[in-house]
């Protein structure tokens, strides 16, 4: 096996195994002696491959970026009308959430844990997620620039985001879990028509 050919294999099983570990503990809980001893290398051999760990955290979450983007993708695949879709991508939001919460967390929780400022291939990543949401806010507006199109997937995001991060945190202002999809159905419906009058 090749040099280059090691290097990725033990690359991508560092990947995998901070993936899982940041799944199952959370990422404030992610120590580099439990995921060498995991992949069955030594504790010095992650800094071969990442500057520190910080770099592999990002690289994890950059999976679960991956995963969301493909889970999002699969919400709208027979969903027909634009509103629709933009419904569908919000429950499916909640509901990824909900069922990986921990890796879901991580990728707002490590910048402010840690303080490291993401590097660029990584905030790029983002932008999969933000698309899903533009296209069909394309079909609504067509007469939007791109630029507009992605601000407002932005703000739209942002809003269930918020949604969804209080219920989960179950705050005593949050929406009821129970009553969580109904109330992002009303909302992105009430968005839409607000939008739609500031057209």
């Not at 806010?137 to 630029?147: G, I, M, R, T, Y």
């Not at 407002?152 to 005593?172: D, I, N, P």
Request: with cysteine; charged share 25%; aromatic share 6%.
């Amino acid at each position: 096996m090749k040099r280059e050919e090691k290097r990725k294999n033990l690359k991508d099983g560092l990947i995998a195994a901070a993936y899982r570990q940041i799944e199952q503990n959370g990422v404030a809980n992610l120590r580099a002696r439990e995921i060498t001893t995991e992949v069955g290398c030594a504790l010095g051999t992650i800094y071969t491959v990442f500057s520190d760990l910080n770099e592999l955290i990002f690289h994890a979450n950059g999976r679960t970026i991956e995963v969301l983007s493909a889970e999002m993708a699969v919400k709208t695949d027979n969903v027909e009308g634009a509103e629709q879709k933009l419904v569908a991508l919000a429950i499916g939001y909640q509901a990824f959430a909900r069922a990986h919460p921990n890796l879901w967390l991580s990728l707002f929780e490590h910048g402010m844990i840690t303080q490291a400022d993401p590097p660029q291939w990584h905030l790029e990543q983002h932008v999969a997620i933000f698309n899903h949401i533009a296209d069909p806010l394309a079909e609504l507006f067509p007469s939007l620039e791109e630029k507009e199109l992605l601000l407002r997937a932005r703000t739209l995001f942002s809003a269930v985001h918020g949604v969804v991060s209080m219920s989960l945190q179950e705050r005593f202002v949050a929406v009821p879990l129970l009553e969580l999809e109904r109330q992002l159905e009303l909302m992105i419906e009430a968005t839409l028509v607000g939008m739609k009058e500031l057209a």
